[in-house]
């Protein structure tokens, strides 16, 4: 295994990971998941599983990532799957010594109070909380019982792959949605066998917690990249956002819609947005994501569509947009060139018309209404 290089001292712990993010053109995510993180208990943060076959191949690696995020400090729950010699012949005792991370190990034999205690006392000692457990016993088990512990809502695999492989491609799926994704990647040949069976195991422990919780699979080189970008560097799976319409919102919250538009486009909508009436409304149940659409001459259009950085992250953007496709056939919507998401419309369109100010996109549209719903979105009044 390679040397480790300690840190400089006079680095501060905020700006180790802003910096490296920034390299890679990912500051301003990193800023955003660092104060995210830092705002939950810190036994909230996450729980990274280990198994012996990573720990032969690429503990180095691991150990990398972990010290910058305990330098921030986020104290992940590493959870190592092994035999019980694997720790002592892979001396990852002296290796963690080695590079300065102090640490306690657990073993499998206590109960959850008695780990919660453990993980509590160890972060506050700032000490990385190992727990110990055999490759024997039920994953499923093992890790809905710990996430419901712990609250956590995130659980990351640490492979080799990293992540669930498309076959075509030879790139990891960025993000499945269980609800509209599962039974299609496990009845067609889009991911091998032992993918296949690894994504059943992440739905059962998805499914089995009684709260919402996540799983991402990604190499030990770029934990990093998942845990602070939007993007992600792996394969997150989840159930599902849970996506309400106007006809079942029992009542309207405007000021949390308000702060979700303006977060997400970060400005100030005009006085007049709120006294528009919309047709359609679509709604994220926590209100991390929203689209208004109005009815125009036998089309639909998107007026707004609001998805925070958060949720863009948790792939709620693209479950809005399954639903509005779904339900609205003969669609319209535009978007300043210069906004983050209009490269992405470019990929959802059958169509687009540039301005100096605006790009008209459409979907489903017979020739000769388009240019209708050019002028039709062209004249509407600015949101901000």
Avoid at 150 to 172: A, C, D, H, Y
Avoid at 251 to 272: H, V
Wanted: aromatic share 10%; proline share 4%.
């Amino acid at each position: 295994m390679s040397e480790i290089i300690p840190f400089r001292k006079q680095a501060k712990p905020q700006d180790l990971v802003l910096r490296f993010m920034h390299s890679v053109g990912h500051k301003k995510d990193a800023a955003f998941y660092l104060n995210l993180f830092t705002k939950t208990k810190p036994e909230n943060f996450a729980i990274i599983v280990l198994e012996e076959d990573i720990l032969r191949d690429d503990l180095d690696a691991i150990i990398f990532e972990i010290r910058y995020l305990m330098r921030l400090p986020l104290y992940p729950v590493v959870l190592i799957r092994s035999a019980d010699d694997v720790i002592e012949n892979l001396e990852i005792d002296s290796y963690f010594r080695k590079a300065k991370i102090a640490f306690n190990i657990l073993s499998d034999s206590h109960d959850n109070q008695e780990k919660l205690n453990f993980i509590k006392d160890k972060i506050k000692r700032r000490e990385l909380p190992l727990l110990h457990s055999s490759p024997k016993v039920n994953i499923v088990e093992e890790l809905t019982s710990l996430a419901h512990t712990l609250r956590t809502g995130k659980v990351l695999f640490l492979r080799r792959s990293g992540g669930i492989v498309n076959q075509e491609t030879g790139l990891p799926l960025n993000l499945i949605n269980l609800q509209f994704e599962k039974d299609s990647l496990l009845t067609t040949n889009v991911i091998n066998i032992q993918d296949a069976l690894f994504l059943s195991t992440c739905d059962e422990i998805i499914r089995s917690c009684d709260h919402k919780i996540h799983v991402s699979i990604v190499s030990p080189n770029n934990l990093l990249r998942e845990l602070f970008t939007v993007k992600g560097a792996g394969s997150l799976i989840q159930l599902g956002s849970k996506i309400i319409s106007d006809k079942k919102i029992p009542e309207l919250d405007p000021r949390s819609l308000q702060k979700l538009i303006e977060n997400s486009f970060e400005q100030k909508t005009n006085p007049s947005f709120f006294q528009s009436s919309f047709d359609h409304i679509y709604l994220e149940e926590n209100y991390m994501g929203a689209a208004l659409l109005r009815e125009h001459d036998d089309m639909t259009y998107l007026s707004t569509f609001a998805v925070g950085t958060e949720a863009r992250g948790l792939g709620i953007g693209r479950d809005l947009w399954q639903h509005i496709t779904k339900n609205h056939s003969r669609l319209f919507w535009r978007s300043r060139p210069d906004m983050f998401i209009t490269h992405w419309y470019t990929k959802q369109c059958d169509g687009m018309h540039r301005t100096k100010d605006w790009t008209v996109f459409w979907k489903g549209l017979d020739p000769e209404e388009v240019s209708k719903a050019i002028s039709y979105a062209i004249k509407q009044k600015d949101d901000f």
